[in-house]
């Protein structure tokens, strides 16, 4: 069974950053493209970022410019570095693979 480990959330003031990382089989992760989606109290989950076995990256338009994702292939793993971050980044966030399984969610909170 495909597992995917994420770690790095927290409480962080407005303004602080973060950085994200999933960790998942060298057998899934070089075949796959990866990506981070989030999901704020009441709201559907939205797509934040992804990423290619090429590296070619997507962002919503809400995080371009303060957050980027990275794959690292000696580590089998996806970093979501976030920047500049703002109370509305506040949610459970997920990582996926391009072959629909998902992490369980790491919770990040931006609050003062």
């Known amino acids: 069974q495909v597992q995917l480990v994420e770690s790095g959330g927290g409480l962080v003031q407005p303004g602080g950053s973060l950085r994200l990382s999933c960790a998942t089989s060298?057998?899934?992760?070089?075949?796959?493209?990866m990506g981070w989606y989030r999901q704020a109290p009441g709201k559907q989950r939205e797509l934040v970022a992804t990423?290619?076995?090429?590296?070619?990256?997507t962002y919503a338009d809400s995080v371009k410019g303060r957050f980027t994702i990275s794959r690292d292939n000696a580590k089998n793993t996806v970093y979501l570095q976030m920047n500049s971050l703002k109370p509305e980044d506040t949610g459970v966030y997920y990582c996926?693979?391009?072959?629909?399984?998902w992490g369980q969610g790491t919770q990040v909170t931006v609050s003062s």
């Open positions: 996926t693979t391009e072959g629909g399984t």
């Open positions: 060298e057998f899934i992760f070089r075949r796959s493209a």
């Open positions: 990423i290619t076995t090429s590296f070619s990256t």
